[in-house]
């Protein structure tokens, strides 16, 4: 199966967070699709990356992850989703903590000084580390309708859904459906 990497998958508002929602409906064991899966998909993302995310002028031209780091960069993601959404859920423990640190860290050893900034895993480490000392943690939030992580950054922390046109829309249709059944035929 391919996929598109459409600006809506770049909805997390941070690149660590954009590749801990790489995994579709990760709650659902039947339904779970792991988008990097395909090491195809997983070199697009880099390419994707410099087009849409949020953090693009951070990081200059990111590459691909190396097939060597592939292993080591799905630690990091997994332990970026852990920590994040444990802390937006109010369970986060110091070992959630300590694993995304763990994670990040060896990623980062990796890579020669000059070059980490522009390795798509690399990058994800530095963006991962710059959200854990991110001084409002309030405006990290997970989408009521797809369970992604994303930061609101609306001016008054209103902002519901990670993609408005959508989730938002999704939502929305969803009760203006469930409303209409309700209502009788004439």
């Not at 809506?8 to 339904?31: K, P, Q, T």
């Not at 798509?120 to 992604?148: G, M, Y």
Request: hydrophobic letters at 40%; glycine letters at 4%.
């Amino acid at each position: 199966m391919t996929f598109s990497w459409t600006q809506h998958r770049f909805s997390g508002g941070a690149l660590a967070l954009d590749v801990a929602n790489s995994v579709i409906l990760r709650f659902d064991a039947e339904r779970r699709i792991d988008r990097y899966a395909d090491p195809v998909a997983m070199s697009d993302f880099a390419t994707a990356a410099n087009r849409f995310s949020a953090e693009k002028a951070l990081f200059g031209t990111l590459e691909p992850v190396a097939l060597e780091n592939r292993d080591a960069f799905l630690d990091l993601r997994e332990a970026t989703d852990r920590h994040f959404r444990a802390g937006v859920l109010g369970t986060s423990t110091g070992e959630g903590l300590a694993d995304l640190l763990d994670a990040a860290s060896a990623i980062i050893r990796l890579h020669p000084a000059k070059t980490a900034r522009t390795q798509l895993d690399a990058a994800t480490a530095h963006s991962a580390l710059a959200l854990v000392t991110f001084n409002e943690p309030q405006r990290l939030k997970i989408c009521p309708n797809c369970q992604w992580l994303f930061l609101d950054r609306s001016r008054n922390r209103s902002r519901t859904w990670c993609d408005m046109t959508v989730c938002g829309n999704r939502a929305k249709a969803n009760r203006h459906y469930r409303r209409q059944k309700k209502e009788p035929v004439a």
